[in-house]
Protein backbone atom coordinates (compact mmCIF):
# COMPACT_ATOMS: atom_id res chain seq x y z
CA UNK A 1 0.00 0.00 0.00
CA UNK A 2 1.44 3.71 -0.37
CA UNK A 3 2.16 5.73 2.35
CA UNK A 4 2.32 9.13 2.29
CA UNK A 5 3.43 10.87 5.79
CA UNK A 6 3.20 14.06 7.22
CA UNK A 7 6.01 15.21 9.99
CA UNK A 8 3.20 16.71 12.23
CA UNK A 9 -0.75 16.18 12.84
CA UNK A 10 -0.76 19.60 14.90
CA UNK A 11 1.27 22.42 14.93
CA UNK A 12 0.55 25.46 16.49
CA UNK A 13 2.92 28.69 15.69
CA UNK A 14 3.39 32.36 16.29
CA UNK A 15 2.63 34.93 13.87
CA UNK A 16 6.48 35.55 11.67
CA UNK A 17 7.81 32.06 12.77
CA UNK A 18 9.48 30.01 9.90
CA UNK A 19 7.11 27.02 9.64
CA UNK A 20 8.46 23.71 7.90
CA UNK A 21 5.82 20.86 6.61
CA UNK A 22 7.70 18.21 6.05
CA UNK A 23 6.08 14.88 3.77
CA UNK A 24 6.90 11.17 2.68
CA UNK A 25 5.89 9.16 0.37
CA UNK A 26 7.52 5.52 0.21
CA UNK A 27 6.50 4.37 -3.31
CA UNK A 28 9.08 6.22 -5.53
CA UNK A 29 5.78 8.49 -7.02
CA UNK A 30 7.30 11.45 -8.86
CA UNK A 31 4.63 13.54 -8.67
CA UNK A 32 4.13 15.50 -4.98
CA UNK A 33 1.52 18.04 -4.38
CA UNK A 34 0.89 20.50 -1.27
CA UNK A 35 -2.71 21.78 -0.72
CA UNK A 36 -4.64 23.65 2.11
CA UNK A 37 -7.86 22.44 3.20
CA UNK A 38 -10.43 25.19 4.93
CA UNK A 39 -14.04 24.75 5.59
CA UNK A 40 -16.55 25.75 2.68
CA UNK A 41 -13.44 26.00 0.02
CA UNK A 42 -12.28 22.44 -0.23
CA UNK A 43 -9.07 21.61 -1.17
CA UNK A 44 -6.77 24.50 -3.04
CA UNK A 45 -3.37 23.57 -4.81
CA UNK A 46 -0.21 25.40 -3.11
CA UNK A 47 2.30 24.16 -5.21
CA UNK A 48 3.35 20.46 -6.87
CA UNK A 49 6.44 19.24 -7.99
CA UNK A 50 7.01 16.77 -10.95
CA UNK A 51 9.95 15.92 -9.72
CA UNK A 52 13.39 15.77 -7.90
CA UNK A 53 14.08 20.00 -7.86
CA UNK A 54 11.28 20.33 -10.00
CA UNK A 55 8.17 22.61 -8.21
CA UNK A 56 5.70 24.31 -9.74
CA UNK A 57 3.00 26.84 -8.79
CA UNK A 58 -0.42 25.96 -7.88
CA UNK A 59 -3.41 28.30 -7.40
CA UNK A 60 -2.30 29.85 -3.73
CA UNK A 61 1.53 29.97 -4.10
CA UNK A 62 1.60 33.06 -1.74
CA UNK A 63 3.34 33.19 1.18
CA UNK A 64 4.39 29.42 0.73
CA UNK A 65 7.63 28.08 -0.57
CA UNK A 66 8.24 24.40 -1.42
CA UNK A 67 11.69 22.37 -1.60
CA UNK A 68 12.20 18.66 -3.41
CA UNK A 69 15.83 17.62 -2.84
CA UNK A 70 14.89 14.26 -2.26
CA UNK A 71 11.79 11.83 -4.42
CA UNK A 72 10.28 10.57 -1.63
CA UNK A 73 10.08 14.02 0.53
CA UNK A 74 8.26 17.23 -0.76
CA UNK A 75 8.55 20.19 2.07
CA UNK A 76 6.08 23.15 2.24
CA UNK A 77 7.76 26.33 4.25
CA UNK A 78 6.02 29.27 5.64
CA UNK A 79 8.93 31.36 5.74
CA UNK A 80 6.56 34.09 8.20
CA UNK A 81 3.30 32.82 9.35
CA UNK A 82 0.61 34.46 9.77
CA UNK A 83 -2.87 34.05 10.82
CA UNK A 84 -4.35 33.69 7.79
CA UNK A 85 -2.40 30.31 6.91
CA UNK A 86 -4.03 28.56 9.99
CA UNK A 87 -5.45 25.87 8.23
CA UNK A 88 -5.40 21.87 7.18
CA UNK A 89 -2.59 20.74 5.04
CA UNK A 90 -2.45 18.00 2.76
CA UNK A 91 0.30 16.23 1.16
CA UNK A 92 -0.42 13.97 -1.89
CA UNK A 93 1.23 12.35 -4.08
CA UNK A 94 1.05 10.28 -7.18
CA UNK A 95 2.66 7.73 -9.75
CA UNK A 96 3.48 10.03 -13.16
CA UNK A 97 2.69 6.93 -15.53
CA UNK A 98 -0.16 5.55 -14.24
CA UNK A 99 -3.17 7.33 -13.95
CA UNK A 100 -4.48 10.19 -12.18
CA UNK A 101 -5.28 8.87 -8.47
CA UNK A 102 -3.52 10.81 -5.80
CA UNK A 103 -2.57 9.09 -2.61
CA UNK A 104 -2.57 11.74 0.76
CA UNK A 105 -1.23 11.80 4.14
CA UNK A 106 -3.47 12.37 7.25
CA UNK A 107 -3.25 15.81 7.40
CA UNK A 108 -1.18 18.49 9.28
CA UNK A 109 -3.47 21.19 11.12
CA UNK A 110 -1.77 24.22 11.56
CA UNK A 111 -2.68 26.81 13.88
CA UNK A 112 -0.84 30.22 13.77
CA UNK A 113 -1.65 32.66 16.51
CA UNK B 1 -12.42 29.72 -14.06
CA UNK B 2 -13.81 26.25 -14.13
CA UNK B 3 -14.96 24.35 -11.37
CA UNK B 4 -16.33 21.15 -10.00
CA UNK B 5 -19.25 21.68 -7.49
CA UNK B 6 -21.48 19.61 -5.37
CA UNK B 7 -25.35 20.47 -5.00
CA UNK B 8 -25.92 19.20 -1.12
CA UNK B 9 -23.44 20.02 1.46
CA UNK B 10 -25.21 17.32 3.73
CA UNK B 11 -26.70 14.63 3.21
CA UNK B 12 -28.23 12.31 6.31
CA UNK B 13 -29.62 8.73 5.47
CA UNK B 14 -30.92 5.93 7.33
CA UNK B 15 -28.71 2.87 7.86
CA UNK B 16 -28.55 0.26 5.16
CA UNK B 17 -30.35 2.62 2.57
CA UNK B 18 -29.07 3.82 -0.40
CA UNK B 19 -27.02 7.01 -0.32
CA UNK B 20 -26.48 9.51 -3.59
CA UNK B 21 -23.95 12.22 -3.55
CA UNK B 22 -24.17 14.84 -6.63
CA UNK B 23 -21.51 16.45 -8.08
CA UNK B 24 -21.53 19.38 -10.92
CA UNK B 25 -18.36 20.04 -12.62
CA UNK B 26 -18.28 22.64 -15.23
CA UNK B 27 -15.32 22.16 -17.68
CA UNK B 28 -16.25 20.23 -20.58
CA UNK B 29 -12.96 19.08 -21.66
CA UNK B 30 -12.85 17.16 -18.27
CA UNK B 31 -12.23 13.61 -19.05
CA UNK B 32 -11.25 12.07 -15.87
CA UNK B 33 -13.37 11.68 -12.11
CA UNK B 34 -12.71 10.32 -9.09
CA UNK B 35 -14.45 10.37 -6.03
CA UNK B 36 -12.68 10.72 -2.37
CA UNK B 37 -13.88 9.72 1.08
CA UNK B 38 -12.53 11.77 3.90
CA UNK B 39 -13.45 10.70 7.20
CA UNK B 40 -12.89 12.87 9.98
CA UNK B 41 -9.14 13.58 11.09
CA UNK B 42 -8.10 11.40 8.26
CA UNK B 43 -6.70 12.76 4.49
CA UNK B 44 -8.95 11.58 1.89
CA UNK B 45 -9.02 8.31 0.73
CA UNK B 46 -9.82 7.07 -3.36
CA UNK B 47 -13.08 5.41 -3.79
CA UNK B 48 -13.50 4.91 -7.38
CA UNK B 49 -13.13 6.72 -10.98
CA UNK B 50 -14.43 6.99 -14.10
CA UNK B 51 -12.88 8.30 -17.49
CA UNK B 52 -15.37 10.00 -19.57
CA UNK B 53 -15.66 7.28 -22.13
CA UNK B 54 -17.76 5.50 -19.58
CA UNK B 55 -21.49 6.38 -17.99
CA UNK B 56 -21.26 4.22 -15.23
CA UNK B 57 -18.62 1.98 -12.66
CA UNK B 58 -19.27 -0.49 -10.06
CA UNK B 59 -16.78 -1.34 -6.86
CA UNK B 60 -17.87 -2.95 -3.85
CA UNK B 61 -21.29 -1.19 -2.77
CA UNK B 62 -20.02 1.87 -4.70
CA UNK B 63 -21.23 3.14 -8.31
CA UNK B 64 -20.40 6.42 -10.00
CA UNK B 65 -22.73 7.58 -12.67
CA UNK B 66 -21.56 10.01 -15.22
CA UNK B 67 -23.72 12.21 -17.32
CA UNK B 68 -21.51 13.92 -19.67
CA UNK B 69 -24.40 16.03 -21.72
CA UNK B 70 -25.13 17.79 -18.55
CA UNK B 71 -22.00 17.50 -16.75
CA UNK B 72 -23.31 15.39 -13.87
CA UNK B 73 -21.41 12.85 -11.40
CA UNK B 74 -22.77 10.98 -9.05
CA UNK B 75 -21.62 8.64 -6.30
CA UNK B 76 -24.24 5.88 -5.21
CA UNK B 77 -23.53 3.86 -2.12
CA UNK B 78 -25.34 0.28 -1.50
CA UNK B 79 -26.51 -0.24 2.06
CA UNK B 80 -24.99 2.94 4.04
CA UNK B 81 -23.37 2.19 6.71
CA UNK B 82 -22.46 3.99 10.02
CA UNK B 83 -18.62 3.54 8.26
CA UNK B 84 -19.71 5.38 5.82
CA UNK B 85 -19.90 8.67 7.56
CA UNK B 86 -17.53 11.09 5.87
CA UNK B 87 -16.68 14.21 3.82
CA UNK B 88 -17.00 12.72 -0.09
CA UNK B 89 -15.23 14.99 -2.32
CA UNK B 90 -15.48 14.70 -6.32
CA UNK B 91 -12.21 15.76 -8.13
CA UNK B 92 -12.01 15.53 -11.74
CA UNK B 93 -8.79 16.41 -14.71
CA UNK B 94 -8.51 17.24 -18.18
CA UNK B 95 -5.43 15.73 -19.32
CA UNK B 96 -2.76 16.16 -20.24
CA UNK B 97 -2.80 19.34 -18.17
CA UNK B 98 0.17 20.52 -15.84
CA UNK B 99 1.29 18.23 -13.38
CA UNK B 100 -1.93 16.15 -13.85
CA UNK B 101 -3.51 18.34 -11.34
CA UNK B 102 -7.24 17.74 -9.94
CA UNK B 103 -9.77 20.20 -9.49
CA UNK B 104 -11.44 19.25 -6.13
CA UNK B 105 -15.13 20.06 -5.82
CA UNK B 106 -16.12 21.49 -2.14
CA UNK B 107 -17.32 17.69 -0.66
CA UNK B 108 -20.49 16.47 1.03
CA UNK B 109 -20.82 15.58 4.32
CA UNK B 110 -22.74 12.01 4.71
CA UNK B 111 -24.26 11.13 7.98
CA UNK B 112 -25.35 7.88 8.37
CA UNK B 113 -28.59 7.36 11.39
CA UNK B 114 -28.22 3.88 12.85
Known amino acids: DVKVTQSSRYLVKRTGEKVFLECVQD?????MFWYRQDPGLGLRLIYF???????EKGDIPEGYSVSREKKERFSLILESASTNQTSMYLC????????????FGPGTRLTVT | GESVGLHLPTLSVQEGDNSIINCAYSNSASDYFIWYKQESGKGPQFIIDIRSNMDKRQGQRVTVLLNKTVKHLSLQIAATQPGDSAVYFCAETEPPNAGNMLTFGGGTRLMVKP
Open chain 1, 92 to 103: ASRYAGLGYEQY
Open chain 1, 27 to 31: MDHEN
Open chain 1, 49 to 55: SYDVKMK
